[in-house]
């Protein structure tokens, strides 16, 4: 079992920056790949970014240029730089693992409980 707990989030005016952070628990030598979600009000799930395990990034098209995911595996953690905030940001930001090689028994995919993100115009 992995256990997420998201932390970072606040209020931030159009323009500024926050650094959201993932910490795992658990069989944290497990994982691969990491992403981060949001979900604003009235909207769908989106996927913001991705890490692989050997470093590989990707992100959503509303966000590149302006946030930058990365992860410390010794402290099992993964962070989302955001800079420039705009508005549409404003979102519950989710943490999400998925484990490496057999998970039979236990759950391949881990969810944490969400941090909230407000940027006020």
């Known amino acids: 079992q992995v256990q997420l707990v998201e932390s970072g989030g606040g209020l931030v005016h159009v323009g500024g920056s926050l650094r959201l952070s993932c910490a795992a628990s658990g069989n944290t030598f497990s994982i691969g790949t990491m992403r981060w979600y949001r979900q604003a009000p009235g909207k769908q799930r989106e996927l913001v970014a991705t890490?692989?395990?050997?470093?590989?990034?990707t992100y959503a098209d509303s966000v590149k240029g302006r946030f930058t995911i990365s992860r410390d595996n010794a402290k099992a953690t993964m962070y989302l730089q955001m800079h420039t905030v705009k508005p549409e940001d404003t979102a519950i930001y989710y943490c999400?693992?998925?484990?490496?090689?057999?998970?039979?028994?236990?759950?391949?995919?881990?969810w944490g409980q969400g941090t909230q993100v407000t940027v006020s115009a």
């Open positions: 999400f693992v998925g484990l490496l090689g057999l998970t039979i028994g236990r759950p391949s995919t881990y």
């Open positions: 890490i692989t395990s050997d470093g590989t990034t």
